[in-house]
């Protein structure tokens, strides 16, 4: 299983955001966490079947999500 954190440019705000927009978008679980006082998500991979281009594909995701987040849309 390998995890790593994030946390989104700004402040907390930002990243609380992209973690509902994430579920909202239901393609991927991401789950969240402080550390050091600061709002961090976390990606987990726990499936041995999961690919290289699983994980490119779901930071795409990610990072759409966040644009349209800093867009406004």
């Given at each position: 299983m390998s995890v790593f954190t994030?946390?989104?440019?700004g402040d907390d705000e930002?990243?609380?955001s992209l973690m509902d927009a994430i579920l909202t978008d239901g393609y991927l679980m991401l789950s969240s966490?402080?550390?050091a006082n600061r709002f961090v998500l976390?990606?987990?991979?726990?499936?041995?079947?999961t690919t290289e281009e699983?994980?490119?594909?779901s930071v795409t995701r990610i990072r759409s999500l966040?644009?349209?987040?800093?867009?406004g849309s």
């Open positions: 994030f946390a989104v440019e930002a990243g609380q966490s402080l550390v976390r990606f987990c991979v726990a499936n041995h079947r699983d994980i490119r594909t966040l644009d349209g987040i800093r867009d």
